[in-house]
């Protein structure tokens, strides 16, 4: 089973709205990180958290970590029809330098 | 710096036939990472190299895939033969790595193969 588990895997809003995805994990992690994929596209680095942090501020992006109930979120707030795209926390578990990718939410932003 | 090159972009062809995925990764990154995508399995990690020495490759589905690298400016993915279930995306990713502080990974526009 993954790493990583998004919730909820598809989330459809209006522009303006604020959008929130979550992330469960199953073992202790070093960071986490968002990342964001557009259709027919690489995925794109948005945010790392550490182990120690409780909430980090990007832009319009802010991220939450729990490490106590092995989760994280993703919100991003005022959202706007280019924010539509796939969102994915990846964990880093010390297991070499992978990151494992959970599967995923899918956000349309209706203009 | 011009980002992970992938090519081809778009690759079709057809069962049994040999194919070829090329990458070169991000000057200076110590780490390459090779993943598959498709609607029904996700992101799946494939293999990994740092400093050129494949690390982990549990996650290459078969002998018909392999991968190389044999410099660091340049690795490949290689499947022979091609079957119609290894139709997917193909994404090419590199990495500073962790002793650098950061583990981000920077990844390659893909290669959408097809083999009919």
């Known amino acids: 089973s993954q790493q990583g588990e998004e919730d909820p895997q598809a989330l459809s809003i209006q522009e303006g709205e604020n959008a929130t995805m979550n992330c469960s994990y199953k073992?202790?992690?070093?960071?986490l990180q968002w990342y964001r994929q557009n259709s027919g596209r690489g995925l794109v680095h948005l945010i790392l958290i550490r182990s120690n942090e409780r909430e980090k501020h990007s832009g319009r992006l802010r991220v939450t970590l729990d490490t106590s109930k092995k989760s994280s979120s993703l919100l991003i707030t005022a959202s706007r029809a280019a924010d539509t795209a796939s969102y994915f926390c990846?964990?880093?578990?010390?297991?070499?330098?992978?990151?494992?990718f959970g599967g995923g939410t899918r956000l349309m932003v209706k203009p | 710096d011009a980002g992970v090159i992938q090519s081809p972009r778009h690759e079709v062809t057809e069962m049994g036939q040999e194919v070829t995925l090329r990458c070169k990764p991000i000057s200076g990154h110590d780490y390459l990472f090779w993943y598959r995508q498709t609607m029904m399995r996700g992101l799946e990690l494939l293999i990994y190299?740092?400093?050129?020495?494949?690390?982990?490759d549990s996650g290459m589905p078969e002998d018909r895939f392999s991968a190389k690298m044999p410099n660091a400016s340049f690795s490949t993915l290689k499947i022979q033969p091609s079957e119609p279930r290894d139709s997917a995306v193909y994404f090419c990713a590199s990495s500073p790595g962790a002793l650098a502080g950061l583990n981000t990974q920077y990844f390659g526009p893909g290669t959408r193969l097809t083999v009919l």
């Open positions: 190299f740092n400093n050129n020495v494949p690390i982990d």
């Open positions: 073992t202790s992690i070093n960071n």
């Open positions: 990846a964990t880093d578990t010390n297991a070499g330098n992978m990151l494992t």
